[in-house]
C-alpha cells in the first residue's frame, strides 16, 4: 500500500514563504519521480515542480525562481519551499509519486500514479 501525506501549508501574506513536505511510505524502497502539483478552485491540476530520484528537477515557468523542490531519499520525503509568495499561488498543493516500486509482505509491487490528500496553501494580498 502506498500512502502519501501532505503537510506544511497554510495562509501567509503576499512575500512570504513556506515550506510544503510529502512523506512517502517507508515500505517503498525505488521512486522514479516525486513531485508537487497544485489545483485552485475551477481550474485543471497543474504541475509545479518534480525531481527525479538522480536528483534533476523540472519547474513550471510560473515558480521559477521561487520554488526549490528537494528530497530526502532516506526518508522517502519531497519537500517544496515555496518563497515570495503570490496570491496566484493560492491552490490545494497535492503531492505526487510516479513509478514506484515497494515491499508488501515479501512481494514487490509497482505503483504508477499516486496522490496525497493535498494541503491547502493561501496567500493573501
Known amino acids: 500500500q502506498v500512502q502519501l501525506v501532505e503537510s506544511g501549508g497554510g495562509s501567509v501574506q503576499a512575500g512570504g514563504s513556506l515550506r510544503l513536505s510529502c512523506a512517502a511510505s517507508r515500505s517503498i524502497f525505488s521512486i522514479n519521480t516525486m513531485g508537487w502539483y497544485r489545483q485552485a478552485p475551477g481550474n485543471q491540476r497543474e504541475l509545479v515542480a518534480t525531481?527525479?530520484?538522480?536528483?534533476?528537477?523540472n519547474y513550471a515557468d510560473s515558480v521559477k525562481g521561487r520554488f526549490t523542490i528537494s528530497k530526502d531519499g532516506s526518508k522517502n520525503t519531497v519537500y517544496l519551499q515555496m518563497n515570495s509568495l503570490k496570491p496566484e499561488d493560492t491552490a490545494v498543493y497535492y503531492c505526487?509519486?510516479?513509478?514506484?516500486?515497494?515491499?508488501?509482505?515479501?512481494?514487490?509491487?509497482?505503483?504508477?500514479?499516486?496522490w496525497g490528500q493535498g494541503t491547502q496553501v493561501t496567500v493573501s494580498s
Open positions: 505526487n509519486v510516479d513509478r514506484a516500486r515497494y515491499w508488501s509482505g515479501t512481494s514487490v509491487r509497482d505503483v504508477y500514479d499516486a
Open positions: 525531481i527525479t530520484s538522480g536528483g534533476s528537477t
